[in-house]
């Protein structure tokens, strides 16, 4: 008897549901002191919730959605947003230009139906006044970009001074101070947008060790369309470049304008962030190095915070993970899922659970 009640207990247990599995570990990089980029930092296997204690409907803002970075932040939420158990609606501004969009957009958050905002924000101080007022009432999360930190609750971001340096220290690696020079370009992005001002100084920082020298700097929107213009502009106006450093897309775009001139080999391309076609470009030796921020984890870090931060559960207010460049000889081993969306992914501006 004892055997055979072993037996149908055995067999009600496979039948029975499974637990939850618990959720996954996140290495990041801690700021001991929140919001301040330059400040000590240690290393955390962070712990997410395993679900919210409620279903909360947030309200998210993006600069834009023109490149593949801003896509694999989005499905990094989608993800995050499916496994907590809340929803959100996204709103994105278009691009860098656009403050008065988005500021509107913020007001729309204000909506009472919204428990908490999560913001990409398109200017560094921009928002503070309409952040200010929504912080009254809810709390606020930013991600990705840098911002004013008066007005947020949380942050779930790297410091784009690092992102830059680390790109420009591909360069002293390869051209030590000493060794022949060499004449770059800089695209450092949009003009006045958040994070602009800290890649160009920590990029600068990254090569003052080397024989680089920066011999032209042009400035744009992010966009594929507004970076090739750039680019072939340089070309016809300069041919004896030896590196284009800059955004994804300008990096993107790059390849071909080059290939079609035939300098392709010849001038190396540098990206500051990696995106699908930038890796794709790194894994075929086009493209010479990418560092990583692993968008995909900050978005799933910013939905969490934002759970965190409404159940009264939020213990780590600025965190973000440890950047990595990829280059040729290392991108066989790149962890892609914590960096890019799946290629069969489409841009989710809502997501409610159950979806």
Sequence with gaps: MPQAFAAIAAALLALAPAAPAAAETWPLQVFAEPFRDDGPTYRLDYRPLDHAARPWRLCVLYPHLKDAYWLSVNYGMVEEARR??????????????????????????????YDAVIVGTVSYDGLTPTLREIARKKPIVAVVNDIEPGPITAKASVPWREMGRAAGLELSRRHP????????????????????????????????????????????????????????????????????????????????????????????????????GVFRGVLRGRILAAPTDFPVVQGKLGIEMAARALEGKLEIRHAGPAIVTVTPETAKDFDRGASLAPASFAARFSYHGGE
């Design 84 to 113: 907590l158990g809340v929803s959100f609606d996204l709103f994105e501004a278009g691009g860098y230009p656009n403050l008065a969009r988005q500021i509107a957009q913020l007001r729309e958050c204000a909506d009472p139906k």
């Design 177 to 276: 101070k000493g060794s022949p020079p060499v004449r770059v370009a800089w695209f450092p992005g949009p003009e006045g947008a958040g994070w602009v001002s800290f890649v160009e100084a920590g990029f600068r920082e990254g090569i003052a060790g080397s024989s680089a020298r920066i011999v032209r700097v042009l400035y744009g929107d992010t966009g594929r369309e507004a970076q090739a213009q750039l680019v072939e502009q340089l070309l016809v106006e300069d041919d004896g470049l030896d590196y284009l450093v800059g955004p994804g897309p300008m990096a993107e775009v790059a390849i071909s304008i080059l290939r079609a001139r035939g300098e392709l080999g010849r001038t190396g391309i540098i990206s500051t962030y990696i995106s699908h």
